[in-house]
T-cell receptor, first 110, second 116 residues
Framework: TQLLEQSPQFLSIQEGENLTVYCNSSSVFSSLQWYRQEPGEGPVLLVTVVTGGEVKKLKRLTFQFGDARKDSSLHITAAQPGDTGLYLCAGWGGANNLFFGTGTRLTVIP | NAGVMQNPRHLVRRRGQEARLRCSPMKGHSHVYWYRQLPEEGLKFMVY????????ESGMPKERFSAEFPKEGPSILRIQQVVRGDSAAYFC??????????????FGNGTRLTVT
């Protein structure tokens, strides 16, 4: 059974601070995606990382895929209240479904 | 998100009743996926359908749950004889082609089922 563990589970920070959330697995994934979900809405895709060691930037968000393609991280610089939400990593391991992680709930306090 | 339409947004059923959840995929998308989410948890895969075919139902309970995606009309997730443990948010997603990097999933805003 593939398992994507995210840490921390909850994170509350002040506006302007930096943070990193992690997505770890003992399984190898062909690619990993990061989604953000706001209350009452469905997840929205932020990025897909495919190559081991790949780094992608999306404004203040930096995503990294581990060399062994078993883990990924999301770093947010100078967090803003609009970054508040549930961050989910997800990956395909070869099965017919996108497998989601346990999630990190981020709260950015103004 | 607005592209994938789910209805109803909220559904209340008493134990033993049937729940029908509808999902209209984005225009041109022929692949539909259903996920279930409990509060403060990630999404759990239930079933993957392509027009008129169930491709993978490995995440869907064998009893009481069924899904379809007919040639015409929305995809339907049906839960018969609902129990309190079925209370959750059910999300539908669609993609242009099958699972893969080149075909991202687009999610609807979910149906929140409450069983009383």
């Amino acid at each position: 059974t593939q398992l994507l563990e995210q840490s921390p589970q909850f994170l509350s920070i002040q506006e302007g601070e930096n943070l990193t959330v992690y997505c770890n697995s003992s399984s190898v994934f062909s690619s990993l995606q990061w989604y953000r979900q706001e209350p009452g809405e469905g997840p929205v895709l932020l990025v897909t990382v495919v190559t081991g060691g790949e780094v992608k930037k999306l404004k203040r968000l930096t995503f990294q895929f581990g060399d062994a393609r078993k883990d990924s991280s999301l770093h947010i610089t100078a967090a803003q209240p609009g970054d508040t939400g549930l961050y989910l990593c997800a990956g395909w391991g070869g099965a017919n479904n996108l497998f989601f992680g346990t999630g990190t709930r981020l709260t950015v306090i103004p | 998100n607005a592209g994938v339409m789910q209805n109803p947004r909220h559904l209340v059923r008493r134990r033993g009743q049937e729940a029908r959840l509808r999902c209209s995929p984005m225009k041109g998308h022929s692949h539909v996926y259903w996920y279930r989410q409990l509060p403060e948890e990630g999404l759990k895969f239930m079933v993957y359908l392509q027009k008129e075919n169930i491709i993978d139902e490995s995440g869907m309970p064998k009893e009481r749950f069924s899904a379809e995606f007919p040639k015409e009309g929305p995809s339907i997730l049906r839960i018969q004889q609902v129990v309190r443990g079925d209370s959750a948010a059910y999300f539908c997603a669609s993609s242009l082609t099958g699972m893969g990097v080149g075909s991202p999933l687009h999610f609807g805003n979910g149906t929140r089922l409450t069983v009383t």
